[in-house]
Nanobody
Framework: QVRMVESGGGLVQPGGSLRLSCTSS????????MGWYRQAPGKQRELVAT???????NYADWVKGRFTISRDKAQRSVYLQMNSLKNEDTAVYYC?????????WGQGTQVTVSS
């Protein structure tokens, strides 16, 4: 059984920063792609960013240089550095790993941006 476990969420003021982490546990996996999605209250889950095993990165258009995705060399963890946070970034952030034809989702971590 493989689990993706997120951490690093919390409450931050507008303009602040947070770094989210997500690590796989259980059997060793080699995800071809890892990424972050988010879901705000009353809205559909949306893409934030993805990164392939080869290092190809894709960001949602609205990220606009504020967020940076990265993964460790062991390919077991993915990170999301979020800067210049806005109130509208408030959401539950989920990490996902693509292993073969399977998508493995984490439970999510809450990010709240508020003064």
């Amino acid at each position: 059984q493989v689990r993706m476990v997120e951490s690093g969420g919390g409450l931050v003021q507008p303009g602040g920063s947070l770094r989210l982490s997500c690590t796989s546990s259980g059997r060793a996996i080699s995800p071809k792609v890892m990424g972050w999605y988010r879901q705000a209250p009353g809205k559909q889950r949306e893409l934030v960013a993805t990164i392939t095993a080869g290092g190809t990165i894709n960001y949602a258009d609205w990220v606009k240089g504020r967020f940076t995705i990265s993964r460790d060399k062991a390919q077991r963890s993915v990170y999301l550095q979020m800067n210049s946070l806005k109130n509208e970034d408030t959401a539950v952030y989920y990490c996902v790993a693509g292993v073969g034809s399977e998508l493995i989702w984490g439970q999510g971590t809450q990010v709240t941006v508020s003064s």
